[in-house]
């Protein structure tokens, strides 16, 4: 089989760059192996929230300009155009969000913290100025056992800033099979029970009867709408007094609902998606990769004039560690390891910042992939697997994911 351009790695990196390169008329599939991490994100993308000590950044895009010399964001062409390509993106996908890349904005964290964002999906609450908290009085409203959102968590986090916080619960009797077991009352199936107009026009007015007035803001968990916003937007509407969601602990309904209307834009617009499918190994030829062959399309290699490796970092087994090294398993590029001992690859305290979250693969300037020292010409690497960016001390994940995605998506292109 013989594509334009195959994709490894259907995660928001991977997507973002089938998208681009499917709008711009190239024949694109993507082999992806499983869950991305969106599903565990907050339904916002960071840009850049901190300075190298730790202090949330304001003004994203002047920070940008002063990054060290082996962040990924050096490689962008413009990084203010892309960064409204992306927004744009999203839209054409869909997913409508708050944010731009003069201003970060603030998002609650689901245990009671600010953190500087770029972009939110449309709904979740924000704040302006993490300074100026906008809300005198606020309503927590849980759903009654659910015990992904924190409400002691947030509703210290929230009075820290001089809010005054009511916390309070709702349930319907359709949630009731999902009681007998703890493990049952997550996000995910919350948002599966809670889908016919019915059941939101009923949530709504349990919630009006807790909250319906007092507040300035009523916060409710982020649990529902797996597929679209339709319904979640829907909920807000009909509560008639001021409502937002607040990101729970994984799994992310808001990332979900990002990964499907991605998903399904990428398959409009021609894309083909090998899903549960797992790329094993690259045949290269002269510094070029020919085809990659995967754990489930037998004896059958995926062709394609360029490839981009968008497998992630560690946790989606894009790199992988033994003792001695930190490798890349798909198609054995290089990998910077910044020349750590093993020692030193993590620090104790985990609230640190981790050196080994800076390891990645190895690009040139185009964002090209080595294999033994010498650049792949036609193989790219975006998002989370590449070097040089630390996603936890920085806040820039969803930047790097998105922007390298779409800078590489014009290298092909051009
Ligand atoms: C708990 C949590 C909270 C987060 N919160 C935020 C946030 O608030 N803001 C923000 O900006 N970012 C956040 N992030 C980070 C953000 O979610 C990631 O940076 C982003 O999703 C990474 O996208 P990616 O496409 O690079 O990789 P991934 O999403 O990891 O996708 C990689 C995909 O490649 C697949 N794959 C791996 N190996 C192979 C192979 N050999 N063949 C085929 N497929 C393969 C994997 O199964 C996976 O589906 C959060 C992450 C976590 C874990």
């Known amino acids: 089989m013989k594509f334009d351009i195959i994709i490894i790695g259907g995660g ?10 499917a709008e711009a008329g190239k024949d694109v599939a993507l082999v992806s192996a499983g869950q991305s991490s969106l599903h565990f994100g907050s339904g916002s993308l960071d840009l850049l929230g901190c300075d190298e000590k730790g202090n949330d950044i304001y003004k994203p895009l002047d920070a940008i300009k002063a990054v060290n010399s082996k962040h990924q964001y050096n ?37 009671g913290g600010l953190m500087p964002t770029w972009l939110s999906m449309e709904g ?40 005054e916080v009511d916390v309070k619960a709702v349930s319907l009797p359709e949630l009731q099979k999902l009681r007998q077991s703890p493990t049952e009352m997550r996000s995910s199936n919350i948002a599966k029970v809670i889908e016919s107009n019915e059941l939101i026009v ?29 319904k979640s937007q829907q909920l807000l509407k009909l509560i008639k007094v001021p409502a937002r969601y607040v990101a729970t602990l994984p799994p992310s309904v808001p990332g979900v609902r990002m990964q499907t209307m991605l998903r399904k834009r990428f398959t409009a617009l021609g894309g083909t998606f090998f899903t549960g499918d797992q790329v094993t190994e690259g045949l290269f030829e002269d510094n070029i ?32 560690a033994d003792y001695n090294r ?26 640190d910042a981790q050196p080994y979250m ?35 001390k920085r806040l820039d994940a969803g930047g790097v994911d998105m922007l390298t995605a779409l800078q590489v998506a014009n290298n092909i292109i051009k």
């Open 75 to 111: 490689k962008l062409e413009d990084v203010s155009s892309l960064a409204g390509v992306a927004k744009q993106l999203l839209e054409r996908a869909g997913i409508a969000t708050t944010g731009n890349i003069t201003s970060n904005h603030w998002r609650i964290t689901p245990i």
């Open 124 to 163: 979740m609450a924000t704040i302006e100025d993490p300074d100026q908290m906008p809300w005198r009085k606020v309503a927590l409203v849980n759903i009654i056992n659910y015990l992904d959102f924190p409400t002691k968590f947030l509703a210290s986090g929230l009075r820290d800033k001089g809010v």
């Open 326 to 351: 930190v490798y890349e398993p798909a198609l054995g590029v290089d990998v910077d390891d910044l020349g750590l001992d093993r020692k030193t690859w993590a620090k104790i305290d985990v609230t």
């Open 289 to 320: 990769l020919k085809g990659v062959k995967t754990a489930k399309l037998d004896g059958t290699t995926l062709e394609a004039d360029n490839f981009i490796l968008a497998t992630g970092s560690f946790m989606s087994r894009g790199l992988k």
């Open 12 to 21: 928001l990196s991977g997507l973002t760059a089938g998208i681009a390169l």
């Open 202 to 230: 009923k949530l709504a007015e349990e919630v009006y009867k807790v909250a319906g007035e007092g507040y300035d803001m009523v916060l409710l968990p982020a649990v529902l709408g797996m597929t679209n916003s339709e």
């Open 358 to 392: 800076e390891m990645g693969v190895k690009t040139d300037e185009n964002l090209r992939c080595m294999r033994n020292g010498t650049t792949i010409s036609n193989l790219f690497a975006v998002g989370s697997i590449l070097s040089g960016h630390n996603s936890i």
